[in-house]
């Protein structure tokens, strides 16, 4: 490991940690902002942010689409302070349920648990900063402190929790939110977590086990023999149903990663594996850096989800990628629906209808399975393979 040489200048920790606390920021809706997108976006990529802005406010807040609406997330964005745009969207139930990666769910309990992170600069001295304790995501700058705090309060509410069995990631994140809200009162105004359940907002990670979160549920079976289980099975089951019961299917994609299949992957669960042809999403629109060349799924268009059965053929306009960093592209975005004549509906609060969404999706998963058997179980007709078109 590199070492500072004896007498040469170091920063001290104050130093580091002398930039501006980063609050979440809550989108209210400027005007100024709106013209901007309106009359100043006009080619390129801001015109895609133009046009996701119309797409979602125009189409899929229409009230009567009532569209069921998913947002993924992915990129460190509540660490950069985008927490309070989630927060906006959910309170005014323009957001349904939300799978985002568990490292920004777990960055937004340092907001609720009212600890501090800086803005700083991403040209630092990564030796002197861990000498100094002091952790980096880019040019957010903490203490270490905040991370064994944060990791001893995931770890507490475990044990006050009691769960001991198979739970959705939902059940688990409502759980840490009810819990949130009770111990840290008002904490709804600046957590994720804790505005997800005060909105009745289900919140998923589609990857459970990477991240702090999961870290210390580690933790919780091997120290204190708890049977507490993430099942994914769970997880793919409630987002497929409310994929189902969505009159129309809309999502904003915040990056890519494992949040952006989560989501796309419950219509061909619907087709491909439960035989209930749904038709693919109807909306779908994505904020990434994430290239198509590379041939990932992060960067893959919304063209040639068509061909999976997770979008529907016929909606290809109602569609867009805008290439941002999406911390640039989503607080304009919300600023912009927030102003929208749409920018309210009745909230779903979908987390409280969990469980009545699946027995629907397994009622109706029986009845296909009836009217349409797999080839290996067909007596005299084979399944219409091609319904899902
Ligand atoms: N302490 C923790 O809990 C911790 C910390 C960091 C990461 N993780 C875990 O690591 C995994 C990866 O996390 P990640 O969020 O860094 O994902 P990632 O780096 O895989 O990024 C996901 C996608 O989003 C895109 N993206 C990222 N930032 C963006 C931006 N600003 N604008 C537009 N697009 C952007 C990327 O190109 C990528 O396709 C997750 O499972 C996460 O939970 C955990």
Same mark, same amino acid.
């Given at each position: ?29 400027? +005007? /100024? ?18 046009? +996701? ?11 009567? @689409? ?26 005014? $139930? ?23 992170? @800086?803005? $700083? ?24 402190? &905040? ?11 475990? &044990? ?59 933790? @919780? ?12 099975? %769970? ?12 009159? %129309? ?28 042809? %749904? $038709? ?9 850096? /994430? ?46 629906? &927030? ?13 409280? %209808?969990?469980?009545?969404?699946? +027995?629907?999706?397994?009622?109706? +998963? ?5 009217? @349409? ?17």
């Amino acid at each position: 490991m590199p070492h500072r040489a004896p007498g040469a200048p170091q920063k001290s920790r104050a130093d580091y940690l002398s930039g501006r606390p980063i609050r979440y920021y809550r989108p209210r809706g400027s +005007a /100024d902002i709106r013209q901007l997108i309106e009359d100043g976006f006009q080619a390129f990529n801001a015109a895609r942010i133009g046009e +996701a802005c119309r797409i979602f406010t125009d189409k899929m807040l229409l009230p009567e @689409h009532d569209t069921t609406i998913g947002l993924t997330v992915a990129g460190a964005l509540t660490p950069a302070g985008l927490g309070g745009c989630m927060v906006e969207l959910m309170e005014r $139930g323009l957001v349904d349920f939300i799978i985002s990666t568990g490292a920004n769910l777990y960055h937004d309990l340092h907001y609720a648990l009212n600890f501090t992170l @800086h803005r $700083g600069s991403p040209f630092v001295n990564d030796v002197e900063l861990y000498e100094e304790g002091v952790i980096r995501i880019y040019d957010v700058l903490f203490p270490a402190t &905040v991370l064994l705090e944060t990791d001893a309060y995931i770890r507490d509410f475990l &044990v006050r929790w009691g769960a001991n069995g198979p739970v959705s990631t939902a059940e688990l994140h409502y759980a840490l939110g009810r819990d949130l809200l009770e111990r840290q009162p008002g904490c709804a105004e600046y957590s994720v977590v804790a505005a997800a359940a005060a909105f009745g907002v289900p919140l998923y990670t589609s990857s459970p086990g990477d991240s702090s979160i999961g870290m210390n549920i580690a933790f @919780h079976e091997l120290m204190n023999e708890s049977r507490l289980m993430v099942d994914p099975n %769970k997880d793919v089951n409630e987002v497929c149903a409310f994929i189902l019961a969505g009159k %129309k299917n809309g999502c904003v994609i915040l990056g890519g990663g494992s949040p952006k299949n989560f989501y796309l992957q419950g219509q061909p669960t619907l087709w491909e594996v439960y035989g209930i042809p %749904k $038709g693919g999403n109807d909306y779908f629109i994505q904020l990434t850096t /994430d290239q198509v060349v590379w041939g990932g799924l992060s960067g893959a268009t919304p063209a040639e989800a068509v061909s999976w059965g997770k979008v529907n053929p016929g909606v290809l306009p109602d569609t867009v990628v805008a290439y941002c960093d999406s911390t640039i592209a989503f607080p304009l975005f919300c600023e912009y629906v &927030v102003g929208s004549p749409n920018g309210r509906r009745a909230r779903k609060e979908l987390v409280h %209808k969990r469980d009545d969404l699946v +027995a629907a999706l397994k009622r109706e +998963a029986r009845a296909a399975k009836r009217d @349409h058997p797999a080839p290996e179980e067909a007596t005299d007709t084979m399944p219409d393979l091609e319904r899902h078109r």
